[in-house]
């Protein structure tokens, strides 16, 4: 204690000194030890009971905590407390050192013992904004002449920068907790890849799905587990990461240990100083659902394509039939009258007389053949089932949204909600509109026009009826094509079957419905009609 | 017979009309091929002893059409229909309208044949009838009422004095007016006679 109240007389008299005292005891401590240092040397400097370091701890400040507390010769338990009231309160809020020279206690109660002087000196960050203080009390009057005023500023601008350096550093710690715990807890698959596309580093939930040691992840190419047909895709991705904008995105299948899951990546090349090849970060998300649902909506889509060909089928193979069996009555007409002729003609040797009979069995053969090709394709059961238009038509718009959305064509519906129900082959009403829709949507793809829109509308028709119409900004129909279209085989497109029409027309009819385009001043417009279930006793609708 | 009988085809297809009169010919029938039923139509005289073969399914007028068209004349040809399509509502409606028979493309020569030969039998059965049917006609109307009388009264099979007293005559005058019956009538017998006023009393066989 002598020694140091030695020391202090120095340092009193000679600020410069003391400076330099007491930023060589400083000047290899940071942080917490820092204020410490400074804290003490600067009560045995000035020869106070008492000093301590506070910081901010709200904005606009009203409370403050202590980050090191000397009393009585030792440091003592840091406190927070608020500033009203206290002498500190002053000196946060004016940003002005302030000296309260005598009679502290008549002024102010401190909560650690009486006191008979103050000196505070705020600390400032480096856009001069409070963000703490150091205050000294005694016992004894504190004169001016003590306090070298150059001096504490320097020492307030010393503990300002440690103070701003921990905080920045407090707050990178947490943002790399905050960015550790997201990295470590977050469901999405994170992976850091070097240039070479090797797994670098992959976080909890990458490193669970592809099972590796949790410790000691085994480096291996990011491709690995790619399912081989997507490898292509996957690859082209980390290519195109060469480039600006250096992002890109892929799904591929993964083998993982949950088996074959869809998995969407968002990846991003991290550029590096000029000359180092650049690192990938990439984030990887479990799409397995969504892919499914959309697997689930292609294959409803094909078979209902698959239906539409069968009964395109049936339509083709009746018209067939009846198309072939022209020739072959002739042929087996033909050859069994030969057969007849020469009958009693002796000179007709037997080769000829075998032919003939070959050639009429051969076409009986082929008519038989068509015969049964055609009660074959004919017997498709028809199912019937109370439904809603509305939802049938929702479910094919759903069907064709992404195409609708591709081709840039705006479908609008004009619903009359609720409609009676209609007992119905949904699948059949269905792939009705559905080859509206698709023929309405590739007249719309012939033709340039800035509108594109599809309109459906549904409702009441006449007495019994409803009715469902697809009409189109289309080029319509001309009054010669108008004629023909439900006729099977008539098209107009290039790789057209020109059956779609002839179904749709006899899947109404067999409905007891009628199917019509109905002319119109621009596009063309299809509307069928279906009769209303009877509603329950009424009878009559 | 008059006429000799014919089979007549119409059919759109000139390869199909063509081996069908080839074969119907190669069983000694005259035959005669129409591309439409209107060009039919057009040429048909009822007098014309045959039959038809029709095709269902045809540009313009169906078969089924010429059916019901022909079903206006006198003396309806047998129809044979035949078809490509086959569908059983179209051979349903062709049945009901009278035709003989419904025939599916292809067919064996030996099914369309015979269907052929029993309509030109048919055909020339009704012609017979018709025949007999306006002669017998013809010969009633040449008897008096006082004859027809007493036609009724031998057809419900009363003796000559029962009719005489009914008629308020004399048997002797029955007896007279009846002789006439038989010799306007040209009946051999009394059984013959009744079997000419049956025919005539069946309705027309047209
Ligand atoms: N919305 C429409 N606008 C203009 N023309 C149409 C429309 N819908 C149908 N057509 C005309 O009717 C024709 C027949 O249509 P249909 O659906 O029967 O056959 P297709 O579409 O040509 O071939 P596919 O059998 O593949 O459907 C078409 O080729 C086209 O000329
Ligand atoms: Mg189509």
């Known amino acids: ?541 | 017979m008059k006429h000799k009988s014919t089979v007549f085809v119409v059919d759109d297809e000139p390869d199909v009309r063509a081996a069908l009169a080839m074969l119907i010919k190669s069983i000694g029938l005259d035959v005669e091929c129409y591309a439409s039923p209107q060009d039919f139509l057009d040429n048909y005289r009822a007098e014309r002893p045959g039959c038809l073969v029709l095709d269902v399914r045809m540009p313009g007028m169906s078969g089924l059409e010429l059916q019901e068209r022909l079903g206006a004349f006198e003396d309806t040809p047998p129809i044979i229909m035949i078809s490509g399509h086959g569908e059983i509502p179209t051979a349903v409606r062709a049945i009901q309208n009278g035709a003989i028979d419904f025939l599916q493309k292809p067919f064996s020569d030996q099914a369309l044949l015979d269907r052929v030969q029993q309509a030109i039998m048919l055909d020339a059965a009704r012609r017979r009838d018709q025949q007999e049917y306006r002669e017998l006609r013809r010969r009633y109307t040449r008897l008096t009422p006082r004859e027809r009388e007493v036609l009724q009264g031998v057809v419900e099979g009363k003796i000559n004095k029962v009719i005489a007293a009914q008629l308020k005559v004399s048997t002797r005058t029955v007896e007279i007016h009846r002789a006439r019956v038989m010799e306007k009538m040209q009946a051999a017998s009394l059984s013959n006679l009744m079997r000419l006023i049956s025919v005539l009393n069946t309705p027309s066989p047209h």
Not at chain 1, 175 to 203: C, P, W
Not at chain 1, 209 to 230: K, Y
Not at chain 1, 392 to 421: F, G, H, M, N, W
């Open chain 1, 1 to 541: 204690m002598n020694t140091e109240t030695a020391s202090d007389e120095s340092a009193r008299l000679n600020p410069e000194r003391l400076l330099y005292h007491i930023a060589a005891t400083t000047s290899l401590e940071t942080g917490g030890e820092f204020f410490r240092a400074l804290i003490r040397q600067l009560a045995l400097a000035i020869n106070v009971r008492c000093s301590f370091i506070t910081e901010c701890l709200d904005d606009p400040p009203s409370e403050v905590r202590t980050l090191a507390y000397w009393d009585h010769g030792e440091f003592v338990d840091n406190l927070r407390y608020e500033l009203a009231g206290t002498p500190c309160e002053q000196v946060i809020q004016e940003g002005h050192a302030s000296l309260i020279s005598e009679k502290l206690g008549e002024r102010y109660a401190c909560e650690r013992g009486v006191a008979e002087s103050y000196f505070g000196v705020p600390i400032h960050d480096a856009n001069r904004k409070v963000i703490g203080h150091m205050a000294f009390l005694d016992d004894k009057p504190l004169p001016d002449d003590r306090l070298a005023h150059a001096a504490f500023d320097i020492f307030a601008a010393r503990a300002g920068a440690e103070l701003q350096r921990r905080r920045i550093e407090d707050a990178l710690k947490a943002s790399e907790e905050k960015y550790r715990l997201l990295v470590e807890h977050q469901t999405d698959m994170v992976v850091q890849l070097d240039a070479a596309g090797q797994v670098i580093f992959a976080n909890p939930a990458y490193r669970e799905s592809f099972a590796n040691e949790r410790d000691a992840p085994a480096r291996h190419a990011f491709i690995d587990g790619v399912h081989l047909d997507d490898r292509a895709a996957t690859l082209g991705a980390l290519d195109t990461l060469r480039h600006p904008p250096y992002t890109a995105r892929c799904e591929h299948r993964a083998r993982t240990r949950h088996g074959w899951l869809w998995l969407a990546w968002s990846l991003t090349a991290v550029r590096q100083a000029a000359g180092r090849s650049a690192e990938i970060i990439g984030v990887g998300r479990d799409v397995t659902e969504r892919r499914r649902a959309e697997e689930r909506t292609r294959q409803n889509l094909q078979e209902l394509a698959h239906a539409a060909r069968l009964s395109a089928m049936g339509e083709m193979a009746s018209a067939l039939a009846h198309e072939v069996n022209q020739p072959l009555t002739s042929i087996l007409s033909f050859s069994q009258a030969c057969q007849r002729h020469f009958a009693i003609e002796e000179h007709v040797n037997d080769e000829v007389r075998h032919a003939l009979a070959r050639i009429a069995a051969n076409a009986q053969r082929a008519s038989d053949i068509i015969r049964h090709l055609r009660g074959f394709v004919r017997k498709t059961p028809l199912t019937r089932a109370t439904a809603d238009i509305n939802r049938l038509s929702a479910a094919v718009i759903d069907l064709l949204e992404p195409e609708l959305r591709q081709q840039r064509i705006a479908l609008r519906q004009k619903l009359e909600t609720p409609l009676p129900p209609v007992t119905v082959d949904p699948t059949q009403i269905q792939q009705v509109i559905f080859n509206l829709i698709r023929n309405s949507m590739e007249a719309l793809n012939d033709d340039a026009t800035a509108e594109r829109v599809i309109l459906i509308t549904t409702g009441r028709h006449a007495a019994g009826q409803l009715a469902l119409a697809v009409h189109d900004t289309g080029p319509g129909l001309s009054p010669h094509t108008a004629e023909r279209i439900f006729d099977p085989f008539f098209s107009t497109k290039q790789d057209g079957l020109g059956i779609g029409l002839a179904i749709c027309r006899s899947i109404i009819e067999s409905h007891g419905g009628q199917l019509d385009a109905v002319p119109q001043s621009s596009g063309a417009l299809f509307r069928f009609t279906l009769p209303v279930m009877e509603e329950g006793g009424r009878g009559e609708t």
